[in-house]
């Protein structure tokens, strides 16, 4: 590796860490947002995905002129791979976290549902698979990540529960039915940044043991 790739290898490592800090921070805010109905702070989140977009684009400018003017090959070449793939990804969480916001914003005045809490809990779990994903990432831990794979399998039961008693919630009282529209979807919202970084996990096998996990297979 020259010494001019390494340099620009590691611009790339540094940016993508920047980006994924942001988008941790916008899942948070999002979800404080909806739990405490705080109007202003949904405002903040949905401004700042202007940010990481931006910034997104900028990522994948430098990969793509690597790639074209340096020709990396076997570890480099999956490590921008990986970075670009990673770099998509964590753009559409931060969308993500920007509906969660918007809902927030819809639902702010409306008088709150038991099952926010369970949304709260579901969001811990997918905060938690969001920040052990990057870390992955960062350190090149392989078996971080098989780990945060895992975790995918709670987010999805946890989802399930919310549909089923938001259902119970709006029979009860039909009066809700938009607050309970609402969390269904917030709920469905953080099922996806789940997906999403459990993408980024099978993209780290594939960076440290150029294999592909997806879907169970080894290739």
Do not use: W
């Amino acid at each position: 590796m020259t010494e001019k790739l390494s340099k620009r290898l590691e611009e790339i490592h540094a940016e993508i860490i920047f980006l994924a800090n942001e988008v941790e921070d916008a899942i948070y805010n999002s979800i404080k947002a909806l739990r405490t109905q705080d109007v202003e702070l949904a405002k903040k989140v949905k401004l700042r995905d202007k940010k990481v977009n931006a910034h997104e684009v900028k990522i994948e400018k430098k990969i793509l002129e690597i790639l074209a003017l340096q020709q990396p090959v076997a570890v480099d070449l999956r490590f921008l791979i990986v970075a670009l793939k990673m770099n998509n990804d964590l753009e559409r969480i931060g969308d993500h976290a920007k509906s969660i916001a918007k809902i927030a914003m819809r639902i702010a005045d409306k008088p709150p549902l038991k099952s926010i809490e369970e949304i709260n809990r579901l969001s811990k779990i997918v905060r938690i698979m969001h920040h052990d994903a990057v870390k992955s990432f960062i350190y090149e831990d392989v078996e971080m990540a098989k780990e945060t794979i895992k975790k995918d399998k709670s987010v999805d039961e946890l989802n399930d529960k919310i549909y089923e008693d938001v259902l119970a919630e709006i029979k009860n009282n039909p009066q809700n039915i938009q607050q309970g529209i609402e969390l269904i979807n917030a709920s469905k919202h953080l099922e996806r940044i789940a997906d999403l970084a459990t993408n980024i996990c099978e993209d780290v096998v594939f960076m440290k043991e150029a294999q592909i996990i997806r879907y169970g297979a080894k290739q």
